[in-house]
């Protein structure tokens, strides 16, 4: 079992459209958590930190529930620019960040 | 934007051949890594640095060393190339005062033949 996992996707949603995405941890001491997106060829970069009392930025929410090692991540009123791959990211011990394989999210007009 | 030089960003080599990839900051951050980028494997960590000299391996740190000898600038170097190492190769820094969060270079991509 890979230690992060990710809904497989690809996600293909009208614009508009709300889209939700899952991700489990494996390790129930992991400290730290992230999603993050990555633009085709792109470097990936933060989308926001999650926490465990949940946060919101905007259009984007992210809930963590660490007794069931759950991460979501909610897109309200999808964008066209939102079409990218969502990663999710935990932190482990030490500097052992690890990445899930991606949801890859298509918004269509 | 970090702040953060890959060079170089495309390289096509031959295996057995040695490669280095270099990440060069700006900001004078402590924390540096290297990651690959595969299909189906998302990010994995090679190597990482706290500190000029000090560095510390990651998941995948077979057949890659790494080098700080100066604040700005980590060098990873492939000894000598082979075909599985061929991939997407991301330098990140973490920023102190934003806890844990990584910021990426542009990657460098790599192909041995």
């Known amino acids: 079992r890979k230690e992060v996992e990710q809904d497989p996707g690809p996600f293909n949603v009208p614009e508009g459209a709300t889209v939700a995405f899952n991700c489990t941890y494996s390790?129930?001491?992991?400290?730290?958590f992230f999603w993050y997106r990555q633009d085709c060829r792109k470097e990936p970069k933060l989308l926001m930190s999650v926490y465990s009392s949940g946060n919101e930025d905007g259009r984007f929410t992210a809930q963590l529930n660490r007794a069931s090692q759950y991460i979501s991540l909610l897109i309200r009123d999808s964008k066209l620019s939102d079409s990218a791959t969502y990663l999710c990211?935990?932190?482990?011990?030490?500097?052992?960040?690890?990445f899930g394989p991606g949801t890859r999210l298509s918004v269509l007009p | 934007d970090a702040g953060i030089t890959q060079s170089p960003r495309h390289k096509v080599t031959e295996t057995g051949t040695p490669v280095t990839l270099r990440c060069h900051q700006t900001e004078n951050h402590r924390y540096m890594y290297w990651y690959r980028q595969d299909p189906g494997h998302g990010l994995r960590l090679i190597h990482y640095s706290y500190g000029v000299k000090d560095t510390d391996k990651g998941e995948v740190s077979d057949g890659y060393s790494v080098s700080r000898s100066k604040t700005e600038d980590f060098l990873l170097t492939l000894e000598s190339a082979t075909s599985s190492q061929t991939s997407v190769y991301f330098c990140a820094i973490k920023r102190p005062g934003e806890t844990d969060t990584q910021y990426f270079g542009p990657g460098t991509r790599l192909t041995v033949l």
């Open positions: 390790n129930s001491a992991s400290q730290s």
């Open positions: 990211v935990v932190r482990n011990y030490g500097q052992n960040f690890v």
